[in-house]
């Protein structure tokens, strides 16, 4: 095989895309991983923060944990070695909702009836191992500007956003919708990295995936919540919070404070970005955003303390609305070689994810023997 032979390009380095790239990896397929963020997890990504008092504080502020579908087998096979790496571990904690008309739990879960699993010691732990796996290279903060399809090679060529030449591969893995959104061009003020041209016949789709936004706010206190007897609910009758979760009860944690990560609704999230934009939020904007769901959680009657960090995040179109290709679990262009996964393929969730890497590594290994 030449150089180009057997070189396959993902971009982004979410579940999804490392999933992929950890199974073409064991498949002798060589696999580079391009992401414009500084370090690997999408949505799994786990957020450093420094107190006042300079104390070191992490919150998994995207997705909070996953669960496992039983009709799944090679979700749950993947799963169960990351567990016997030590890279996922059971969230045995007690879950329900809390409605914050009546104010009261309507709906406690015994440890165990619905196991969750969490990355140790992040949600980020196992994207980040899988990206540095035999046969994966990963580049960090690398935002990838332009591919192109060069029918005399029969290769794709891949350039920067700095219009650096970054080489030239066999295939292409986008587990990044905003390789191909109207978000990158709203972002960087260019078109999409791929021109769904083409791929016309899912363009219509793939061009404008319906996003949820949400904002999370990251809690850390000094002492436990103990008028809270969940590590883990949701929210009815509240317009502004939809989730809270206890970071810092997940296993492998630091428990020398207790956080939380909150949750807003969409329609709240909706409400502010009609008001500042879609642009990157302010300090400003940010704060306030922290404050009114700080007060919606205070007015639930719990006890809850004044918290000694308090911060507020975006996830502007983090969350798909809507899938794509639910039956295929990804999009794939045999000729060109190009497969598109994600959660916006299967379910947005994590198990989602996970499942449309698989899915879209198949297709290349699949045609190993031609290559």
Partial sequence: MSSVASKVAIIGSGISGTVCASILAKNGISVTIFESARGPGGRMSQRREIAEDGRELLFDHGAPCFSLNASNSEVQSLVYDWESRGLVAEWKEKFGSFD???KKFLKIEEKGVNKKYVG???MNSICRALCHEAGVESRFGLSIGRLEWLDDDDSWSLMG???QELGKFKGVV?????AFSSRFTNVTGRP?????NMVSDVALKLKEIPVISCFALMLAFEQPLSSIPLKGFSFKNSEVLSWAYCDSSKPGRSTTSERWVLYSTAEYAERIIAQTGLQKPSTTVLTKVAEELFQEFQSTGLDISQPFFKKAHRW?????????TREEKCFWDGKKRLAI???FCVSPNVEGAICSGIAAASKFTEMLSSW
């Avoid at 986008?174 to 905003?178: L, V």
């Avoid at 999409?192 to 769904?196: G, Q, S, T």
């Avoid at 502007?316 to 794509?324: C, E, K, Y």
Wanted: proline content about 13%; overall charge negative.
């Fill in 100 to 102: 914050c008309g009546a």
């Fill in 341 to 343: 996964c994600g959660d």
């Fill in 174 to 178: 986008a587990s990044d919708k905003n």
């Fill in 316 to 324: 502007g179109s983090a969350f798909p609305a809507s899938i794509i």
């Fill in 192 to 196: 999409p990295p791929i021109d769904l």
């Fill in 120 to 122: 140790v010691p992040g």
């Fill in 161 to 163: 956003l700095d219009g």
